[in-house]
């Protein structure tokens, strides 16, 4: 187990728990964010052209 | 028959000249002149840098390309531009000097009606002594990903250490800016992560003590003074995000820092608070700040006229407001930002990507009690300097064609969002990515509450940026290869 080192960079920092690391590589869960991400660039690249 | 001459093949200019030559097929010329034979994807050097790609895998040759979309490719380099002729000739010019197909070293003057400058960064290494090898080039104590040339050094670098450390050793590893006005900081983010997780694969991870050392106020700033994003029900800022995610791996960071002097095996640098500081190292990767290619330009008989088209550090003059730097952070506008990226002297002249002068900076200005500034300065990432090359293309187009007697299309950094993608390892399951994208890339405090409208700027983590930045990478090289349907694929 790594501990945090009390007063260091590492003590003010959140850090992503169990549940986020599996959100992380689930596969249903990353093709539904793999959608999210392409329409967020979509909508970007949309608005930023004049 | 109209002449657009862009100067520089990279990711503005290559759009540019592609776009243009699509829009004004045969009827004009259109003529790149740019010093490397190979277009070279740059933000896939990273993972050439830890040995996952191969230069052959982000660079491919350009002249087939050029020949096949009927464009006149010059491997040379743009030397000096002559806006207004000679005297006997007022046909506007520049001079090149070839380094390839066969002519290297001759030097040619070449006539244009319009021209674009797309040239790009110098890669200023010896601002820093001991960064830089007196040349202008990479020095021998710290590698680069800049270049796939630099990036090929930086894996071998890279292994040599692991053999080390497999062998026993420990190591640390320094990987950030090499100076208090660099920008570019996305660069060493994904490549700290990168050497994270290659340390990783390779089994000694614990053998390594891994820092971070920016110029940024906090960590991500980015040189565009940071970010917010939604997350978790909260408005939060990108410092959190950012410090979350080398927490995570276990990364040290050193913030606020100028690299002013690199030993063979440690930096010196200064603080923003005055202090002097040295961190030892045994790898290091520091990026380099940015300056203009170093361009003169002449006047019809000859006399010096830099100063008129060039800004001090070497980038060129365009319709930015160059006198709202002195106005004072506060007071900074988006409006002070160039949108047509015209010559304000000679309005057939324009240029787009990291060649173009800011205004000023985008993060605030800082320097330390002993007059070091120590702050990025601003980033003119991929996107944004792929839709200037489009932008600009296509307001020639339309003067050339007559549709119109000015520019008319625009690309302002208030205007345009920018999108990055730090990604780590290979393969299709094997892999993460930090997505995160901004809007706009100058933040417009009147606008929105928290200088960037949030439904277009996020944050987010986890193996799908990683598909991501595959489909970035395969799709723009298609895309700059001119294969069937590159115009579909977006900048
Ligand atoms: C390691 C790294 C990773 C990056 N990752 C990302 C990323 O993930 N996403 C992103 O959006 N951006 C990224 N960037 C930034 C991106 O590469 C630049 O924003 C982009 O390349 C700028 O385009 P440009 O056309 O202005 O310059 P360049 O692409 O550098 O092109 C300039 C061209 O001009 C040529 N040239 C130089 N001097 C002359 C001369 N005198 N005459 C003629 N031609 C000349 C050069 O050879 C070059 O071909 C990264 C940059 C680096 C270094």
Redesign the pocket.
């Known amino acids: 187990m790594r501990h945090i080192e009390q007063y260091g960079q590492s003590d003010y920092t959140p850090v992503p728990g169990k549940f986020t690391l599996f959100l992380r590589n689930c596969i249903i869960w990353q093709i539904i964010q793999f959608a999210w991400i392409n329409l967020k660039m979509t909508v970007l690249i949309v608005k930023s052209h004049h | 028959m109209a002449r657009l001459i862009i100067?520089?093949?990279?990711?503005?200019?290559?759009?540019a000249a592609s776009f243009a030559k699509k829009w004004l097929g045969n009827e004009h010329e259109v003529v790149v002149?740019?010093?490397?034979s190979l277009?070279?994807w740059?933000?896939?050097?990273?993972f050439v840098?830890v040995g996952e790609m191969s230069k052959e895998d982000v660079t491919f040759p350009l002249a087939p390309v050029y020949e096949k979309a009927g464009i006149d490719y010059r491997q040379?380099?743009?030397?000096s531009i002559h806006p207004e002729g000679k005297i006997e000739d007022d046909t506007p010019f520049i001079t090149?000097e070839y380094t390839g197909q066969g002519k290297e070293g001759q030097t040619e003057e070449l006539t244009y009606d319009y021209l674009i400058n797309?040239?790009?960064?110098?890669l200023n290494f010896d601002a820093t002594p001991g960064l830089g090898n007196g040349k202008g080039d990479v020095g021998e104590h710290t590698v680069?990903?800049?270049?796939a040339d630099h990036?090929i050094h930086a894996s071998l670098e890279l292994k040599a250490v692991v053999e080390k450390m497999k062998a026993g050793e420990e190591k640390r590893f320094l990987i950030g800016t090499g100076h208090g006005m660099c920008t570019?900081q996305?660069?060493a983010f994904?490549?700290i992560f990168n050497v994270d997780h290659y340390l990783k694969q390779e089994g000694v991870r614990d053998k390594a003590t891994i820092t971070y050392i920016s110029n940024e106020y906090e960590l991500g700033d980015f040189g565009v003074g940071g970010m917010h994003i939604k997350a978790g029900g909260y408005v939060t800022s990108g410092k959190v995000f950012a410090e979350s995610l080398y927490v995570e791996r276990g990364l040290r960071w050193i913030k606020r820092a100028h690299v002013n002097k690199v030993e063979a095996d440690k930096v010196h640098y200064e603080t923003l608070d005055g202090n002097m500081h040295e961190e030892d190292y045994d790898f290091a990767m520091l990026?380099p700040p940015f300056a203009g290619?170093?361009?003169k330009a002449y006047a019809k008989d000859g006399s010096d006229m830099t100063d008129v088209i060039f800004a001090p550090n070497g980038m060129m003059k365009v319709d930015a407001d160059y006198e709202s730097g002195a106005r004072g952070f506060e007071n900074w506008s988006p409006n002070d930002w160039p949108s047509t990226l015209q010559n304000p002297t000679y309005d057939n002249i324009f240029a787009?990507?990291?060649?173009f002068a800011p205004p000023h900076f985008i993060s605030k200005p800082m320097s330390s009690p002993n007059g070091t500034p120590i702050n990025p300065t601003p980033?003119?990432?991929?996107?944004?300097?792929?839709m200037?090359?489009k932008a600009v293309a296509a307001s020639i187009c339309d003067m050339i064609k007559g549709v119109a007697d000015k520019p008319i299309h625009t690309a302002s950094m208030s205007e345009m969002g920018?999108?990055?993608?730090?990604s780590t390892g290979k393969g299709l399951l094997n892999g993460t990515a930090v997505s995160m994208t901004m809007y706009p890339v100058v933040p417009d405090y009147k606008k929105y509450e928290y200088g960037r409208d949030l439904n277009g700027t996020f944050g987010t983590i986890g193996l799908a940026g990683h598909w991501v930045?595959l489909l970035?990478h395969y799709g723009f090289i298609w895309k700059a290869k001119l294969k069937p349907g590159w115009t579909l694929i977006p900048e």
């Open positions: 100067m520089g093949g990279g990711v503005s200019g290559h759009t002149v740019t010093p490397n277009w070279n740059i933000p896939s050097n990273i840098g040379a380099k743009a030397v090149v797309a040239t790009g960064p110098k680069s990903v800049c270049t990036a570019c996305g660069a994904e490549y990026i290619v170093g361009m787009v990507g990291i060649a980033p003119r990432t991929g996107m944004p300097s792929a200037m090359g920018a999108a990055c993608v730090a930045k970035l």
